[in-house]
């Protein structure tokens, strides 16, 4: 039996609790709130401390005076990034833009590229959570479906010219609302502008069932 490990990325039940005792945070505390067809965002204020709620869960937390993040799990990544010497960096789901907003502080770092499906969530970050504006040098590519390149689209011979474009942005948002889904040839294109050369792809049909069968492995239709 493999042992279980903590997720640090996630605050646990008794991270939760300690963060909301030491802030005493109530409804009273919320600056602003908001749902849409992605999230349930809730930003909590108090004398010297503000805190991003997405979906009933703490994902970021900034110090007031210094606007520095004093989540755990953001400074270790930060941390780690540091660490790494890397010039070029890509985030995936931004939360409340906590280390976007750092890592732009850092001299060494020439580009940082953000990707999240909601488009909104860096005007709600810079206006009630940063409280501080971020770069507007920011990509935007809309995919509505998730065609085949046997579909006959000009989405395929824009994305190049689109892609290349983007090179110079502070951040991208790849907006697939209202996507059904479909074929992999997109993901496929896609990929080798935010992989390694030598690097593939790895795509993952997730669905939740009931079973006595624990996955503890990759299978090979995961790999594309």
């Not at 540091?82 to 985030?91: A, Y």
């Not at 810079?126 to 935007?140: P, T």
């Not at 474009?165 to 294109?189: C, E, Y």
């Amino acid at each position: 039996m493999k042992k279980k490990t903590k997720d640090k990325r996630v605050l646990s039940s008794s991270d939760l609790k300690r963060v909301n005792d030491t802030l005493k945070l109530s409804f009273k505390n919320i600056i602003y709130k908001t749902s849409n067809s992605y999230h349930t965002i809730e930003i909590y204020n108090t004398p010297n401390k503000r805190i991003f709620s997405m979906d009933r869960a703490f994902s970021s937390g900034i110090d007031i005076e210094s606007g520095q993040s004093f989540f755990k799990y953001i400074q270790e990544i930060k941390q780690k990034i540091i660490d790494s010497k890397s010039k070029h960096i890509l985030i995936i789901w931004a939360a409340g833009f906590t280390l976007p907003n750092e890592l732009s502080e850092i001299d060494s770092i020439e580009s940082i590229d953000v990707i999240d499906i909601d488009k909104d969530l860096k005007d709600i970050s810079e206006k009630y959570f940063l409280q501080r504006k971020l770069s507007n040098n920011i990509g935007y590519i809309h995919i509505p479906s998730m065609w085949g390149v046997d579909d006959k689209v000009d989405f395929f011979d824009i994305l190049p010219v689109k892609m290349n474009a983007f090179k110079s942005t502070d951040a991208l948002i790849i907006d697939v609302r209202d996507n059904g889904g479909g074929r992999r040839d997109i993901l496929a294109r896609m990929a080798p502008y935010f992989l390694a050369p030598e690097a593939k792809p790895w795509v993952a049909n997730v669905a939740r069932i009931r079973a006595d069968q624990t996955l503890d492995e990759d299978i090979s239709s995961m790999q594309y």
